[in-house]
T-cell receptor, first 113, second 116 residues
Framework: SQKIEQNSEALNIQEGKTATLTCNYTNYSPAYLQWYRQDPGRGPVFLLLIRENEKEKRKERLKVTFDTTLKQSLFHITASQPADSATYLCALDGTGGYNKLIFGAGTRLAVHP | EAEVAQSPRYKITEKSQAVAFWCDPISGHATLYWYRQILGQGPELLVQFQDESVVDDSQLPKDRFSAERLKGVDSTLKIQPAELGDSAMYLC??????????????FGPGTRLTVL
């Protein structure tokens, strides 16, 4: 079955540095991958979508890469700020269901001043 | 800015009782999703609607959970009877449901359920 792995340990970085989060998947070849941000006690918020034929996508300080050979996506936040502290979820399109998503467990990012 | 509405925000109930959650998606969104999120895990899809039809309920525990979207707009998720293991955040999301795959999903604030 499809499996998505994200770093279970929290990522702690200093303000101004680049945060890099990893999403690995197995037993599947997704047509696209999405990244969401989730703050404690709130619903996830969509950040970026990248399709299988795209290697890189950027939005302001965010960058996502998608390596279908390695079965991996990297999510970068440059010039990180304490306000970027949150849990970041990776989601892949699921088989069956129309626009169904399979979510990873997420990685918690803490940016320290 | 349009948002997905959910109520209640918090619900405490005793096991064996019935509970119901309500969701009002963003106007014009054809696809509606109900997810369950256990602390420390990602959201898990319970049921997905396209308009008023269920297109995926493979992970819905049908012996105790039910969901409906009668007019293809708002939706209700019910649990009867509730069990201790049902304690979780229940999230509703909606998307345009266009033919373009990969529509972003818009999530509501969730309902935090605690079963005692």
């Amino acid at each position: 079955s499809q499996k998505i792995e994200q770093n279970s340990e929290a990522l702690n970085i200093q303000e101004g540095k680049t945060a890099t989060l990893t999403c690995n998947y197995t037993n599947y070849s997704p047509a696209y991958l999405q990244w969401y941000r989730q703050d404690p006690g709130r619903g996830p918020v969509f950040l970026l979508l990248i399709r299988e034929n795209e290697k890189e996508k950027r939005k302001e300080r965010l960058k996502v890469t998608f390596d279908t050979t390695l079965k991996q996506s990297l999510f970068h936040i440059t010039a990180s700020q304490p306000a970027d502290s949150a849990t970041y979820l990776c989601a892949l399109d699921g088989t069956g269901g129309y626009n169904k998503l399979i979510f990873g467990a997420g990685t918690r990012l803490a940016v320290h001043p | 800015e349009a948002e997905v509405a959910q109520s209640p925000r918090y619900k405490i109930t005793e096991k064996s009782q019935a509970v119901a959650f309500w969701c009002d998606p963003i106007s014009g969104h054809a696809t509606l999703y109900w997810y369950r999120q256990i602390l420390g895990q990602g959201p898990e899809l319970l049921v997905q609607f396209q308009d008023e039809s269920v297109v995926d309920d493979s992970q819905l525990p049908k012996d105790r959970f039910s969901a409906e979207r009668l007019k293809g707009v708002d939706s209700t998720l019910k649990i009867q009877p509730a069990e201790l293991g049902d304690s979780a955040m229940y999230l509703c999301a909606s998307s345009l449901g266009s033919e373009l795959a990969g529509n972003e999903q818009f999530f509501g604030p969730g309902t935090r359920l605690t079963v005692l």
